[in-house]
């Protein structure tokens, strides 16, 4: 399967791809994209030779131009059949799910639907949780709120720092995308008929 990472920030999601996705059966991490020229994890994709491209804001009239131009940019020149959000800070148009359709997935350092959008380890820690968790979820139109593919927690009640709480939650994210991007090529990965809300996993 050819597989494409979108991120904006230091890609440590990315570089475990790269380590342990990229080569390994038959999947090829084929493109990457960003919305921030200075992000780390830009670097991270050119040192690993991966077609790279910035897309910023400030050169389309809108998002939904912008995601257009990604689109095409992923299916027609690097022939993506998985988009996969690592730490992509915009939220993607309509136009840009329908030329990949349940097709895109994401990261999110929460276990949802409690705690959707940004800044939510140190949201959780505000509301004084006890088990902070991650989820992988296919993307659909509203803020984190596609169908769960996995979720894992992890009781941390001592918590205070959102730092110390991300160095609990990097190594699950990594392990978890690793594996759903594993998964989805191997067709192990459909919604159930009965309530598509419901993402079944058959190893
Ligand atoms: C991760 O915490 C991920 O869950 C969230 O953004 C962060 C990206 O981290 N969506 P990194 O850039 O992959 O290190």
Redesign the pocket.
């Known amino acids: 399967m050819r597989f494409a990472v979108l ?1 904006s ?6 570089q475990a791809l790269i380590d342990r996705a990229h080569g390994h059966h038959g999947n090829e991490l084929v493109a990457f994209a960003t919305d921030k020229p200075q992000a780390p ?1 830009l670097q991270r994709a050119q040192a690993a030779g991966i077609p790279t491209k910035v897309f910023p804001a400030s050169q389309y009239a809108g998002r939904e131009a912008r995601d257009i131009a990604m689109a095409n940019w992923l299916g027609d020149a690097h022939r993506t059949e998985l988009v996969v959000l ?2 992509y800070t915009q939220l993607v148009t309509p136009a840009f799910l329908e030329a990949f359709p349940q097709r895109v997935i994401n ?3 929460a276990l949802l639907p409690a705690f959707p959008g940004m800044g939510v380890v140190q949201k959780a820690l505000d509301h004084g949780v006890k088990v902070f968790g991650v989820t992988v979820h296919f993307v659909d139109a509203g803020m984190d709120t596609g169908p769960i593919i996995f979720q894992r927690g992890v009781e941390l009640p001592e918590a205070e720092t959102a730092q110390e709480v ?1 160095a609990h ?2 190594p699950i ?1 990594h392990d978890l995308l690793v594996d759903a991007v594993a998964q989805i090529a191997q067709g192990s990965v459909s919604l159930d008929p009965a309530n598509p809300r419901r993402v079944r996993v058959s190893r």
């Not at 920030?9 to 990315?14: E, K, Y």
Request: hydrophobic share 45%; aromatic share 0%.
């Open positions: 991120a920030g230091a890609g440590s999601n990315l994890a690592a730490g990261v999110h350092p991300l939650l990097h994210e």
